[in-house]
C-alpha cells in the first residue's frame, strides 16, 4: 500500500467535527440563504440554466460561503480548486493557473475559491483578471469585508456580488435539529437556554455547531438552564473589527440614531462599540462632531457637555469614564436638532471660494497711518455702541458683492431666540434701507 493511500485510509478513520458531518450535500440544504439560491433568485437561475458566472460572496462568518462554493462547483461539474489567501502566496497563484490551464486544454474548467480574498494585495488580485476573462477559472471569492473598499475595481466589475446573510433564528434552529437528530438524541437544555444557545452563535452556524458539540460532549444530567449552559460553553464576542467595515457601520449608526433623536437606540448602539472593544475616546471625538454638526446652535450646551465627557473619561479611564460618554449620548439624543450652523459655514466656504481676493470694504478697515486715511481706511465707519441699539446696520461685505444670507436658524431650542434677533436685526436694516430711499 503507497504512502498516499495510507493517508486517506487514516484520514477516513479521524473523527470529524460535527459542523463538517452536518456540512450540506447539496444547494436545498444550505440554511439562511434562500434570498440567492431558492429557484427564481440569483444563483438559483444561474444553476438552473446551467451558468456560473464569477463571484463575490460577502458575508460574516458562518453562513456558508465556503460551503456554497463547494456545492456550485458540484452542481457545474467544475474542478474545485480552494485557496487562502492568508496562507498563499504569488507561487500557490501561479501553480493553480497552471493547473487550470492544463484542465482547460483537456475541457475541464476550474472553479477557485479564495476564502478571504480581500487579503490579497492590489497586485494579487490583478492577477486573476487574464485567467477570469479567458474563461480558465471561474472565480468565486469569498470575504467578510466590503467588496467596494477590499477589492479592486478592475476585478470587481467581472464579478458578481452576492450578500449572505447572518443566520436568522429559524435557521439556527434548523441547525439544531439536524444536530440532534446526526447525535440520535435532543440537547440537555431548557426552552430558554435553547433560545440563549442561538443567541450566543450571534448568527454563526459553524459556531452554533462547536457549542453543540460541547453540549453533546458533557456527562449526562438534566436540562440546563441560562447559568448552566453559561457555565458549560464560551459565549461568542460580538463581531467587530475597529479598522473595517463594521467599524464604520456601527459609528454610522450611533451618529444617525443620536441624529434622530432616539435615546434607547443611540445606547444600544454606544454599548455595541464598546462592548467589541471600540477605543472610548474615538466615541468622545464622534459625540462630539455630532454636538456641532447636528445639534449646534439649538442647545449651546451640547459642545461643552460633549467635551466635559470627553475631559471626565481622560480623568477616570474605563469603565467609570464611560459613563460620562452614555450620559453624553443620551443628552445629544435628547437634544433639539439643528444643522443651520454646519450648512451655513459649508455654504460660507464655498462663497468665500467663488469670491476669490475681495478686501474688505474700507469703512470697517483701520488706518494706523496718514496714507490709509487718505486713502479712505476707516471713513465713515460707524461705532455700533453708539447707536440706539448697539447696532448699525453698516454692510460688512466687500464692496460690489451683494449681502449674503448663510445662517437660517430654525425656530425650535434656543435658535428660536437666535432667529428673534436675526429679524429683528434685519428690520433695523430695512429701515435705514427706506430711509435712505426717501432721503433720495
Known sequence: MNRSNQGGLFEAQAPRPLADRLRP??????????????????????????????????????????????????????EFAPLSAVFSGVADLRKIFEEARQRRQAGRGTLLFVDEI??????????????????????????????????????????????????????LELLLSRAETEAGRDLPLEADARAALKAMAD??????????????????????????????????????????????NLISALHKS??????????YWLARMLAGGEDPRYVARRVTRMAVEDIGLADPQALPQALAAWDTYERLGSPEGELAIAQCVLYMATAPKSN??????????????????????????????????????????????????????QDYFPD???????????????????????????????????GRSDGQ
Not at 457549542?211 to 456527562?219: N, S, Y
Not at 458549560?232 to 463594521?246: E, H, I, M, N, T
Not at 451655513?344 to 497711518?369: C, D, Q, V, W, Y
Request: proline share 6%.
Open 118 to 171: 480581500h487579503r490579497f494585495n492590489r497586485a494579487q488580485q490583478d492577477s486573476f483578471l487574464p485567467y477570469v476573462e479567458d474563461g480558465s477559472v471561474t472565480l468565486i471569492g469569498a470575504t467578510t469585508e466590503n467588496p467596494s473598499f477590499e477589492i479592486n475595481a478592475a476585478l470587481l466589475s467581472r464579478c458578481q456580488v452576492m450578500v449572505l446573510q447572518r443566520l436568522d433564528d429559524a435557521a
Open 400 to 434: 460690489g458683492m451683494p449681502r449674503q444670507s448663510f445662517y437660517d436658524p430654525p425656530d425650535r431650542g434656543f435658535e428660536r431666540e437666535i432667529r428673534r434677533r436675526l429679524d429683528y436685526w434685519q428690520k433695523i436694516r430695512d429701515r435705514q434701507v427706506e
Open 203 to 248: 448568527g454563526d452556524g459553524r459556531f452554533l455547531l462547536n457549542l453543540v458539540e460541547e453540549l453533546l460532549a458533557a456527562p449526562p444530567g438534566p436540562p440546563m438552564d441560562n447559568a448552566a449552559l453559561a457555565q458549560a460553553v464560551q459565549r461568542r464576542a460580538p463581531l467587530y473589527d475597529k479598522s473595517q467595515d463594521g467599524h464604520y
Open 258 to 267: 443620536i441624529r434622530g433623536s432616539d435615546a434607547d437606540a443611540a445606547l
Open 25 to 78: 450535500g447539496t444547494l436545498d440544504e444550505v440554511v439562511g440563504q434562500d434570498h440567492i439560491l431558492s429557484v427564481d433568485a440569483p444563483l438559483g437561475r444561474m444553476v438552473a440554466q446551467g451558468r456560473l458566472a464569477s463571484l463575490v460572496l460577502w458575508g460574516p462568518p458562518g453562513c456558508g460561503k465556503t460551503t456554497i462554493a463547494r456545492l456550485l462547483a458540484a452542481v457545474s461539474s467544475l
Open 340 to 393: 443651520a450652523a454646519y450648512k451655513a459655514f459649508g455654504a460660507a466656504m464655498h462663497s468665500a471660494r467663488e469670491t476669490g481676493s475681495l478686501m474688505p470694504p474700507k469703512h470697517i478697515l483701520n488706518a494706523p497711518t496718514g496714507l490709509m486715511k487718505d486713502l479712505g481706511y476707516g471713513a465713515g465707519y460707524k461705532y455700533d455702541h453708539d447707536t440706539k441699539e448697539t447696532f448699525s446696520g
